[in-house]
Nanobody, 125 residues
Framework: VQLQASGGGLVQAGGSLRLSCAAS????????IGWFRQAPGKERDFVAA????????YYADSVKGRFTISRDNARNTVYLQMNSLKPEDTAVYYC???????????????????WGQGTLVTVSS
């Protein structure tokens, strides 16, 4: 199982970035996919999640209305479009995968079985 996150970088406040998470080694459309982030010195926090079909999505309050999660099951890829970025969005962003039948809330790290290596997003003021 492999999850490869990419698309991070340095952007000014108010700008946009799109992260990608390319998956391999499992049946992608049987898995929910989530994004988490970890700022320096802080715990890993939930950002967004998509059900296996993409029909339902979930967001942390801090990113609602600014970030959009989407997935392309034909390409085994999930995206996180991030608009109106703020300095407090600076973090390493991780994608994660869990079988659709997993229990527990999407916001909980414990739900997610597989994790990518992370991509750094830095938002300057």
């Amino acid at each position: 199982v492999q999850l490869q996150a990419s698309g991070g970088g340095l952007v000014q406040a108010g700008g946009s970035l799109r992260l990608s998470c390319a998956a391999s080694g499992f049946t992608f459309d049987d898995y929910a996919i989530g994004w988490f982030r970890q700022a320096p010195g802080k715990e890993r926090d939930f950002v967004a999640a998509s059900t296996r079909s993409g029909g339902s999505t979930y967001y942390a309050d801090s990113v609602k209305g600014r970030f959009t999660i989407s997935r392309d099951n034909a390409r085994n890829t999930v995206y996180l479009q991030m608009n109106s970025l703020k300095p407090e969005d600076t973090a390493v962003y991780y994608c994660a995968a869990a079988p659709y039948y997993s229990s527990g809330g999407y916001y909980s790290s414990a739900r997610w079985d597989y994790w990518g290596q992370g991509t750094l997003v830095t938002v300057s003021s």
